[in-house]
């Protein structure tokens, strides 16, 4: 798996003035001001004030406040696999190139796993092997079976696109899961690329786009990597 190559990945939506909207939010929860008065305020203007405050609410779990912000993201070049761990997210929304109305005219494109792709002769085999499933495949859609049919065979290597959308509540969630050294590698190539699209324009994020365990200050899987203590 060459990194430099896999899961393609741009930040395409997101709101203007995300900070001062989620403080705008945490303040009207504690505040006899109107959000209007509040977002107008000399106050939101003050990065070091929002951010202090953002900080203490979002650490008391008051997690509401900052599901007002969606984001969506344009994601190429991730195999089927990767995709169905992402899809799992429920608190996501996605579409995705579809196997049933998109037909493979050749060679589907697909990813080599680096445990395979490390290996020269199994990524031979591994290789060929696609090869293999790519003939029948066009056999299959030559005699006239349906796309959504033939695509029966494709494997979970396939590479996929799709364009995923979610709020920041979910995103924090996600990369505090999925940047964990116990996720697989390629959906933590993924999201961590997800992650830098967006602190590029808004920094303050990167203290929350991190592994759980930093934010937790310990190691709560059953299996530890060993960069934080394992809670008793």
Same mark, same amino acid.
């Given at each position: ?8 990945? %741009?930040?395409? =939506? ?5 900070? +001062?909207? $989620? ?6 929860? #504690? ?21 202090k405050l953002i ?34 997210? %429920?608190?996501? =929304? ?5 196997? +049933?109305? $998109? ?6 494109? #697909? ?15 591994f290789t060929e092997?696609m090869g293999k ?100």
């Amino acid at each position: 798996m060459n990194d430099d190559k896999f899961a393609k990945v %741009r930040l395409i =939506s997101k709101p203007d003035n995300m900070l +001062r909207t $989620v403080y705008t939010a945490c303040r009207t929860c #504690y505040s006899s001001e109107s959000p209007i008065n509040i977002f107008d305020s000399e106050s939101a203007l003050d990065k070091e004030k929002m951010l202090k405050l953002i900080k203490r609410v979002i650490s008391s779990g008051h997690y509401s406040t900052i599901e007002h912000i969606q984001v969506s993201f344009a994601i190429s070049n991730i195999s089927r696999a990767c995709s169905h761990q992402l899809v799992r997210h %429920r608190h996501m =929304s996605f579409s995705q190139k579809s196997q +049933r109305y $998109v037909k493979e005219k050749g060679q589907f494109e #697909y990813i080599i796993p680096e445990s395979i792709d490390s290996n020269d002769e199994l990524k031979e085999k591994f290789t060929e092997f696609m090869g293999k499933i790519s003939d029948f495949y066009l056999e299959l859609t030559q005699e006239g079976i349906p796309a959504e049919d033939a695509r029966y065979v494709l494997p979970n290597a396939t590479a996929t696109s799709m364009v995923a959308s979610l709020n920041l509540r979910e995103l924090i969630h996600l990369a505090n899961l999925r940047l964990c050294t116990r996720a697989q590698k390629e959906i933590r190539i993924l999201v961590k690329r997800m992650c830098d699209e967006l602190t590029k324009e808004e920094e303050w994020l990167k203290d929350y786009l991190v592994p759980k365990c930093e934010r937790l200050g310990y190691c709560d899987e059953d299996k530890s990597c060993g960069r934080k203590t394992v809670r008793m």
